[in-house]
């Protein structure tokens, strides 16, 4: 068991060290990307509002219980003025005459407990359900938009690391001829055939070489902090990291612009506005309900009075008459049991309902007119991005051809050099043209794939991998 549990550990310990000597692929670093993008992490903790949303929505049909009660110290009085009573020869009260206060006091108690469960809402949460689900899916398909401008920034970082390291390798070729141009210079010198002025162009031209290394250098540590920042991988992997510039090769688009992620969304989001002019069309429709409640009624302690007699004295029989004096021990109600089916109709809300209305179809209007305009400037940033495309595949078979007529310059200008029929300004000057010609052909090819991408973008169709 022992052994087992060694050769186990000692396997992970090898695989973690191993994935550490590993250059990360463009698929690892564009996942690492996705989980930390701050934008695409927020998006998401907003869509869940409107997924909890849908749940209350749904839960409108559930019964709900509520239990309230009080206790306290009851004291009421009620006026009693009565009308003509005449009971001859007993008793005659004229009217008006009878006049008593009925006093009631003590502790009371009330509890209640109350069921209420919507049965019927006309129409309404049915409607609203639907334009919550239409709102998720807008806010699903905006994702996709989101997720494309993560991809677009890892790819760029990573296309301006390729960039680097094909110019290092430029400026390394280029170091590698000017050293050995410095050898035939250094002859030339001992023998007298270029004067030391001509030594010290050679001198300088490798000190500025030197200088652009140093530069390069810089641009490529900021672009590993870049991507660490952007993937949270570590920069000894990173460096790791060897890519090439190669131009992007693209099948011809097999979507149009509404299949963008924002008109998508806005289809979605006026489909949702449809459903709210009919949520809020129900508003005249009655509502029904189930309801159920029970209720306990106390009185303790309690004390019931009259400032007069409640019965009024006799004089025909000699009774004084009698005033009310009770002290019952208790006094309670319970069970007090009621249910059954209410619901509400609304005839006449003082045209709230009908403002409601015209305020979800101007909603749907602004929306509306929010797709005309996106369809407008997105088909003009096709042609655009179309048009930037084809410049930059033009620009790649320029600059080649241009690379190439450099080449040959400096091969012929070497050679003039070493036998001594052109000077080192000749060579220095054939020596930049090809540099820079080499530098220029490389950031060619970097926007054109910048191009590419963007054009795959205008029609939704962005796959970064198929290049990476």
Known sequence: MKSKLSFLLLSLLFYHYAEAQTAPGFKELLDSAMVRDADLR????KNKLTTLDQHKL????????????????????????????NLQPFLTIPEGKYNNNINVSGFSGLAKAEAKMLLYSGGKVKQLSKALE???QSETVLLEKTSDEVAA???RAYDQLALVHQSKKVLDEAKRRL????????????????????HKKIELAQATLNSKVAEYEGKKELLLTQLEVLTGIGQERLRLIEPVLV???????????????????????ISASGYKIKAEQTWWIPKVQLMASGYYIGLYGSHVKSSENIIPAIPAINYPGHKLDWRPTNFNIFPMLSAGVGFKWEIFDGREGKHAIETARIDRELLQNQRYDAMRKLTLNQANNQSNYNIANSQIALKKKEKEMANDALVQAEKEFRYGMSKSTQLIEAENDLEAAELEYQNAIFNQRRAAIELMRSTQELDITRFY
């Open 42 to 45: 927020g998006q998401l903790t």
């Open 58 to 85: 749904k839960d409108v049909y559930l019964p709900t219980l509520e239990v309230s009660g009080k206790a306290g110290y009851l004291n009421a009085t009620a006026r009693i003025i009565s009308p003509e009573l």
């Open 134 to 136: 239409e709102k998720r």
């Open 153 to 155: 920034v890892v790819a």
């Open 179 to 198: 050293d050995a141009n410095r050898v035939t210079a250094d002859k030339a010198l001992g023998y007298g055939l270029i004067t030391p002025y001509d």
């Open 247 to 269: 131009p992007a090769v693209l099948a011809a688009p097999q979507k149009t612009i509404e299949q963008r992620a924002e008109i998508r969304a806005l289809d979605h989001g």
